[in-house]
């Protein structure tokens, strides 16, 4: 989707630079091409020969280069892209960008350019909690210009908080739903899938046979529809798409928690096959054994997330998708389970041994919805994403 694009990314100057290096690499695998400009401060952290090199293009880095000038002018250069991408956008980037300075290179350009403009930025914690820096990111919002990050984390100056650059994969997935035009563009939609483990000891879990193959087509077919994904995952078998942002989790309690952070959404889908039940005597050190003595495991009922978000009175989102994995009766006991847990859709299937459904490549749904159930021929499990995708569009489309 980003093949055959061009992005001007400036790199400014700050500790995070380095991480443009594997930006300008990801995205050229993506078939991206990548024009790079450097500013005089983000020299000290990378080399332009490096930039160049990874890039496969000529560093930008003078305003009043006149081999430049006479190559490509600045309002030229500034053109020449589908998207700008500032990263890392330090302070004083983002300090110039909302005060319409215009004193080097990547600030010329900046001002000059006519196409959307996505920020990523990176500093100290202090620098970004800062008065001055919140007043110029909100009037850059206010400006049209996109952000993704700063992340919290640990800074690279040993202090903790919000200022770490987002990773890689999220600023592609940014970079990817500003780009992308399709019937989701500007929507969140959350996606859980693939299996939870629940500890018994520090080195014995109990788990299921879910893949995660369902949920992660599900998300890629909703980014590819211009979804901005949040995709919670437990330990799934299959290696999660790119271009969403990625939340891996163990349990089920810790997969509530991420669900509850990722909110707000406007649909959320729960694909994942989580544990009913979580081992209450779970122990805090290896269980030994015992010769003539069996381990007692005594069991605790896990959270129902999928209930817990329907149920939202307040911040719910439009559309709720739960799923069923049924061995008999598959479209009462669905029918049955979309009331209980007061979801506006059940994706049912039928995962009884036999029909090879779960850890396979095929399914075979039922889509219960308040019209009742909607039966779908056996199809691979990319096709059943492709046509859910499409239903969520259009239902999100049409409130
Ligand atoms: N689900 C959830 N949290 C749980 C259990 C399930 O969010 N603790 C979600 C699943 O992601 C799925 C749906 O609920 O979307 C159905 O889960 P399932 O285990 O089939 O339903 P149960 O309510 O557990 O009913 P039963 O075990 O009786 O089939």
């Known amino acids: 989707m980003l093949n055959g694009k061009t992005i001007l990314l400036i790199i400014g100057g700050g ?10 690499r990801r995205l050229r695998e993506e078939g991206v091409r990548v024009i790079p400009v450097l500013t005089k401060a983000a020299e000290e952290f990378v080399t332009p020969l490096s930039v160049s090199a990874l890039a496969a293009e000529k560093v930008y880095r003078d305003l009043f280069d006149l081999t430049d000038e006479a190559e490509m002018g600045h309002i030229e250069l500034s053109r020449a892209a589908d998207l700008v991408v500032v990263s890392p956008a330090t302070a004083d980037l983002l300090g110039k960008m ?49 952000f993704v990050g700063p992340e919290k984390g640990m800074m690279a100056c040993g202090e903790f908080g919000p200022g770490r650059l987002s990773e890689t994969p999220d600023i592609i997935g940014a970079i990817r739903a500003v780009l992308t035009d399709g019937p989701l563009k500007g929507k969140h939609i959350l996606v859980t899938s693939g299996p939870t483990h629940e500890p018994i000891d520090p080195v014995r879990y109990i788990a299921n046979r879910s893949s995660g193959a369902q949920g992660t087509a599900i ?36 997969m509530k928690d991420a669900v509850e952070a990722a909110l707000p959404c406007d649909a959320a889908v729960f694909a994942a096959a989580v544990a009913d039940w979580r081992v209450a005597s779970e122990s805090g050190s290896k269980i030994k054994k015992v010769k003539g003595e069996l381990p007692v495991l005594t069991f605790a009922e896990n959270p129902d997330i999928l209930a817990g978000v329907s149920q939202m009175e307040q911040g719910r989102p439009t559309l709720v998708v739960g799923f069923a994995a049924e061995t008999d009766d598959v479209i009462s006991h669905a029918t049955a389970k979309r009331k209980r847990k007061g979801c506006d859709w059940i994706v049912a299937n039928d995962v009884s041994p036999s029909t090879g459904i779960m850890g396979g490549s095929e399914n075979a749904v039922v889509l219960i919805t308040e019209r009742g159930a909607d039966e779908w021929p056996r199809m691979g499990k990319e096709e059943v994403a492709r046509q859910l995708a499409h239903r969520i569009a259009d239902h999100l489309t049409q409130v």
């Open 15 to 24: 500790i995070a630079a380095f991480k443009s290096l594997d930006l300008i």
């Open 98 to 146: 909302a005060n319409g300075l215009a004193n080097d290179l990547a600030s010329t350009l900046l001002m000059a350019t006519d196409t959307p403009v996505l920020a990523a930025p990176a500093m100290n914690v202090r620098m970004w909690e800062h008065p001055a820096c919140q007043r110029n990111v909100a009037q850059l919002a206010a400006d049209g210009i996109h």
């Open 219 to 254: 998300a890629k077919a909703l980014r590819d529809l211009g979804a901005t994904v949040s995709f919670v995952t437990g330990p799934a078998d299959v290696p999660p798409p790119r271009g969403v942002k990625v939340i891996p989790v163990e349990t089920a309690k810790e």
